[in-house]
T-cell receptor, first 113, second 113 residues
Framework: KNQVEQSPQSLIILEGKNCTLQ??????????LRWYKQDTGRGPVSLTI?????NTKSNGRYTATLDADTKQSSLHITASQLSDSASYIC????????????FGKGTKLSVIP | DGGITQSPKYLFRKEGQNVTLSCEQN?????MYWYRQDPGQGLRLIYY???????QKGDIAEGYSVSREKKESFPLTVTSAQKNPTAFYLC????????????FGSGTRLTVV
């Protein structure tokens, strides 16, 4: 069964600090992995998308890594800001033309002053 | 601006009533999706459509119905057969020839009163 597990479930950090969110997946065949940011009561917004051959991808203060061998990904947030408070969702796309997405449950990040 | 518009943002339904959630996109995307999001759970696929006048059931289609009469529109009806309809509903679309580029709407929160 295709699954995406995220950790931690929730995280509280001080403004200005860095943090790393984890994503493990058991999806086959793998097509790509994406990280989304979802503010409360809003739709998810894409941060990064990585294919099998990409190890890292950055989007401003967000850097995602992918290890396709161990089926793990991480999202690193540098110099956190209050506006980073949101849920971060890891989504893995099944390949072979199915376009099916498997969603993690998300990590809820709270950045406090 | 191109994007997906969901309406209304908040919707209240009495038990036994059918309600229809609107989803409109001007991205010229071929595929459209409806997801349900519950607290602490990943997004779950209700229905999807890859082309006009065709749609497929997702993982949790029971109690829901859709139509795709126009490329731009993919309304979701929550019927009285859906026993636990209170949730956050997200519509998404994707360009037909790529496994990238999913765009989400801002969601509709449905509450049964």
């Amino acid at each position: 069964k295709n699954q995406v597990e995220q950790s931690p479930q929730s995280l509280i950090i001080l403004e200005g600090k860095n943090c790393t969110l984890q994503c493990n997946y058991t999806v086959s065949p793998f097509s790509n992995l994406r990280w989304y940011k979802q503010d409360t009561g809003r739709g998810p917004v894409s941060l990064t998308i990585m294919t099998f051959s990409e190890n890292t991808k950055s989007n401003g203060r967000y850097t995602a890594t992918l290890d396709a061998d161990t089926k793990q990904s991480s999202l690193h947030i540098t110099a956190s800001q209050l506006s980073d408070s949101a849920s971060y969702i890891c989504v893995v796309s099944v390949g072979a033309g199915s376009y099916q997405l498997t969603f993690g449950k998300g990590t809820k990040l709270s950045v406090i002053p | 601006d191109g994007g997906i518009t969901q309406s209304p943002k908040y919707l209240f339904r009495k038990e036994g009533q059918n309600v229809t959630l609107s989803c409109e996109q001007n991205l010229n995307h071929d595929a459209m999706y409806w997801y349900r999001q519950d607290p602490g759970q990943g997004l779950r696929l209700i229905y999807y459509s890859q082309i006009v006048n065709d749609f497929q059931k997702g993982d949790i289609a029971e109690g829901y119905s859709v139509s795709r009469e126009k490329k731009e529109s993919f309304p979701l009806t929550v019927t009285s057969a859906q026993k636990n309809p209170t949730a956050f509903y997200l519509c998404a679309s994707r360009a037909g020839t790529t496994n990238y580029g999913y765009t989400f709407g801002s969601g509709t929160r449905l509450t049964v009163v």
